[in-house]
C-alpha cells in the first residue's frame, strides 16, 4: 500500500474546538494498537498512533489536561486531552521525550493515514485486519526501527 503524505502544515484538534495543533513535518510513522487498554480509551477495537518530533507539533489554541495512565509494563504514560470534550489528543512517551505521539483521528484530514504496523494483535477483536504488507505484532516490538522503516517504503 502507498501512502502520499498531505502538504504541510497540516491541523487538527478536539471534537468542541477548545484545542487546536499543528503539525509541521512528516511522521515518523503511523501504527494502530489493539491493546485491551487502547480498546478501552477509544471504545473501538483499536488506535491509531503517529509519533512525531516534538519540535514538528504545537499547540495553536488552548491547553490539554493531562491524565498519567499506567501501562501493563508500569511505564507511566502521560495521556493529553481536552478537558472540556474529553478527546485523547496525544501521548508523551517517556521514553522518547524527543517524540510526542498524536491521536491521528483527531486530524482535519485523516484520508491519508495507512498503519505500517499494528500491536497488540494477540489482544485484537477477530474481525480485525489490516492492509496487505502490514507488520503485525502479538505484543509491542521491542525494536521500533522496522515500523519506521516500513513506513518509509510506503510513503510515495
Known sequence: MTVTLPAFPIHGGCACGA??????????????????????????AFSLAMPLLRERFALTRGEPATWARTAESGRVIPQRFCEDCGT????????GPQTVTLRPGTLDDTGWLVPAAAFWTSSAQGWTGFPEGTLLYEREPDDFMPVVQRWREMLA
Open 19 to 44: 484545542i487546536r495543533y499543528e503539525v509541521s513535518g512528516a511522521p515518523i510513522g503511523v501504527f494502530a494498537c489493539c491493546c485491551t487498554d487502547c480498546q478501552k480509551l477509544t471504545g473501538a
Open 88 to 95: 485523547r489528543l496525544f501521548t508523551e512517551p517517556p521514553r
